[in-house]
């Protein structure tokens, strides 16, 4: 028996979107690990519309993204 939502790169709320609209195919998140974006650095800058936002890695290994 085929699994509704593939393993990791689907996100069920937007699988469940597709299915309720006829598309049985789900769709994919890409996904990049936090390593390789920001491999020698623990903070970067996101030109996001001409906002710039801060991504940052915490003491405590977390990720917080402000504006």
Do not use: V, W
Not at 35 to 60: K, N, V
């Amino acid at each position: 028996m085929a699994t509704i939502f593939p393993a990791i790169q689907t996100h069920p709320a937007d699988a469940f979107a597709d299915r309720m609209q006829g598309n049985c195919q789900p769709t994919t998140i890409p996904r990049i690990k936090s390593s390789d974006l920001m491999p020698h650095h623990r903070e970067l800058e996101i030109d996001h519309g001409g906002r710039i936002y801060r991504l940052r890695i915490t003491q405590l290994n977390k990720l917080i993204l402000t504006a």
